[in-house]
Structure formats: C-alpha cells, structure tokens
Nanobody
Framework: QVQLVESGGGLVQAGGSLRLSCAAS????????MRWYRQAPGKQRELVAA???????NYADSVKGRFTISRDNVKNTVYLQMNSLKPEDTAVHYC???????????????WGRGTQVTVSS
C-alpha cells in the first residue's frame, strides 16, 4: 500500500504565502512524476504543477511566477510554495504521484485526500 498525505493548507489573505507538503509512504520502490492538482467548488480538477524525478518542472499558466514545486527524493516528499496568493487560488489542493511499489514492476498513480487552501480578499 502507498499513502500520500498533504499538509500546510489554511486560510491566508490575498498576497500572502503558503507552503504545501505531500509525503508518500508505504512499500515504495521509486517515484516518478509528482504533481499538485486543485479543485475549486463547481469546477473540474486542474493540474497546477508537476515535477519529474530528475527535477524538470512545469506549471499552469495561472500560477507561473507565483508558485514553485520542489521535491525531496530521500523523504519521498513534494512541496508547493505558493506566493502572491489570490482569491481565485481558493481550492482543495491534491497531491498525485506515479509510484512503483516494492512488489510491482509498473508505475501507478496515487492520490492524497487533499488540503484546503482559502485566500480571502
């Protein structure tokens, strides 16, 4: 089994910052790409940022220049530093990772349960 647990969400004023963390645990052999998604009320889940095992990153246009994704491969943890937050960033933020377990040969996608980010105007 693999578990992804997010933390770091909360309530912040517009212009403020938050740092999200997502720790993967369980019978992990290796992790490929790790991602952050978000879903606002009444909207579809959208990709916010992704980082490969080698450190290559990509971002949604709406967060470029404000958010930074990073990872610690030793700790199996991915981070999302969010600066200059806007009310439209309000959403549940989910972690997603492509994981190969110690008892398998393929990579499968796993999800965390999400952490709420609320930005007040």
């Amino acid at each position: 089994q693999v578990q992804l647990v997010e933390s770091g969400g909360g309530l912040v004023q517009a212009g403020g910052s938050l740092r999200l963390s997502c720790a993967a645990s369980g019978r992990i052999f290796s992790i490929n790409t790790m991602r952050w998604y978000r879903q606002a009320p009444g909207k579809q889940r959208e990709l916010v940022a992704a980082i490969s095992s080698g450190g290559s990153t990509n971002y949604a246009d709406s967060v470029k220049g404000r958010f930074t994704i990073s990872r610690d491969n030793v700790k199996n943890t991915v981070y999302l530093q969010m600066n200059s937050l806007k009310p439209e960033d309000t959403a549940v933020h989910y972690c997603n990772a492509d994981v190969r377990t110690s008892y398998g040969l393929d990579y499968f996608g796993y999800w965390g349960r999400g952490t709420q980010v609320t930005v007040s105007s």
